[in-house]
C-alpha cells in the first residue's frame, strides 16, 4: 500500500486562480457570477474567485452584492489597501503601512465578520520586500506579481507570483497558458480586473469572449481531474499546509493508521488529499466502508484509519 499526499486538492495536476482586484465593478462581477452559475449548472463544476477589495471603493450596493456572493460560495475576499494610494516599499514611513494593513484588515472584518481575510494584493505592484513585511502581521500570504508560475514547496508568500489578464490576449494564450500548468505541476494566480465588451485598451480587463473560454476551459479540465480551480484563500490554505506536512503510516494486523502532521496549528482544519495505491483492497474505517482498491484519492485532516479486506 503507497501513500502519498497530493500537493493539489483531489490530485490535480496543477491549480488555478481567478482574482478580481478594487471590488468597485459591478457589472462585470454580475457578469462572472452569472458564468460561474451556468458553468456550475451545465458541468457540476463550482468556480470561486477571490475579490481583493479597496475598502474606501465599497459602498453600500457594492457592499450587499459581495455579502451575497459570498454566501452563495461565489467569491471569497483579501485586502487590497484603503484607497489604492499606498506603495508597501521601503520609501513608505513604516507607521502608514501598519495603518493600512490593520485598517484594511479591521473594516473589511466589520463588513464580511464571517470571513477569514488571511490574504492581501498590493496596490499598482508598488511594493518591495521590506515593505510587504510590513502585512504579515495581519495576513498569511500577499499577491505581488512577477508573472510567473508558482510552484508549491517554493513559494515566497510575501510575494505569491501572479499571472496577467489583458484586454490583447486570445482564446490560444489563455489556453496555452493553463496547459503549461499542468505539465509543470505549478499554481497560477490570475490578475484581472473587470470583464468588458469594449475594445478600448483598459488596465488588466479582460474580453468577456476570452473569459467565457478561459472558465469553460478550466471546467473541462477540473472534470477530468487535471487542475482544481481555487480562490486564493483556498490555494494559499492548502499549499501552505501541504508545504508543511508528512503522513506516517502504522500497520497493527489489517488496520493501517495515516497521520496528518503539520507544522502550521493554525490550518488544523484544512484537508489534504492523499493518493492510495494499493493492490488489495481496503475500506476506510468510519466512512461509507465501501470496498476500495488500486489508486484512490481520500481526504484528511489528521488521522485515517484503513482496514485491508482479505478474500
Not at 6 to 27: I, M, N, Q, S, V
Not at 38 to 59: D, M, P, W
Amino acid at each position: 500500500m503507497n501513500i502519498r499526499l497530493c500537493p493539489y486538492k483531489g490530485g490535480a495536476r496543477g491549480a488555478y486562480t481567478l482574482t478580481f482586484d478594487d471590488g468597485c465593478y459591478r457589472e462585470s462581477t454580475l457578469f462572472t457570477i452569472d458564468l460561474f452559475k451556468e458553468i456550475y449548472e451545465k458541468t457540476g463544476v463550482k468556480i470561486k474567485a477571490t475579490s481583493f477589495q479597496t475598502v474606501n471603493f465599497l459602498h453600500e450596493g457594492l457592499i450587499s452584492m459581495w455579502q451575497d456572493a459570498i454566501k452563495e460560495g461565489w467569491y471569497d475576499i483579501g485586502g487590497h489597501s484603503l484607497d489604492h494610494c499606498i506603495c508597501f516599499n521601503s520609501e513608505t514611513p513604516r507607521q502608514l503601512l501598519e495603518n493600512d494593513a490593520r485598517l484594511t484588515y479591521e473594516r473589511l472584518k466589520a463588513l464580511y465578520p464571517d470571513e477569514e481575510l488571511i490574504t492581501y494584493a498590493t496596490p499598482g505592484g508598488g511594493s518591495d520586500k521590506e515593505g510587504r513585511a510590513t502585512l504579515k502581521d495581519y495576513y498569511m500570504a500577499v499577491r505581488n506579481g512577477n508573472d510567473a508560475l508558482n510552484i508549491p514547496k517554493e513559494i515566497d508568500w510575501l510575494d505569491v507570483c501572479t499571472f496577467t489578464a489583458t484586454l490583447d490576449k486570445e482564446n490560444e494564450d489563455y489556453k496555452r497558458h493553463i496547459d503549461s500548468v499542468i505539465e509543470n505541476g505549478g499554481w497560477s494566480v490570475q490578475v484581472n480586473h473587470w470583464i468588458t465588451e469594449k475594445q478600448e485598451d483598459k488596465f488588466h480587463a479582460q474580453k468577456k469572449s476570452t473569459f467565457v473560454f478561459e472558465c469553460e476551459y478550466l471546467a473541462r479540465l477540473a472534470l477530468e481531474n487535471k487542475i482544481w480551480i481555487a480562490s486564493f484563500n483556498d490555494a494559499v490554505k492548502y499549499i501552505m499546509k501541504y508545504e508543511g506536512a508528512s503522513l506516517d503510516a502504522s500497520e497493527d494486523g489489517d488496520i493501517v493508521t495515516i497521520s496528518l502532521k503539520s507544522t502550521l496549528p493554525r490550518l488544523k482544519d484544512v484537508s489534504l488529499s492523499i493518493e492510495i495505491d494499493s493492490d488489495e483492497p481496503f475500506v476506510v474505517l468510519g466512512q461509507d466502508e465501501k470496498e476500495l482498491c488500486g489508486k484512490q484519492i481520500l481526504e484528511i485532516t489528521d488521522t485515517l484509519r484503513v482496514k485491508k479486506v482479505r478474500k
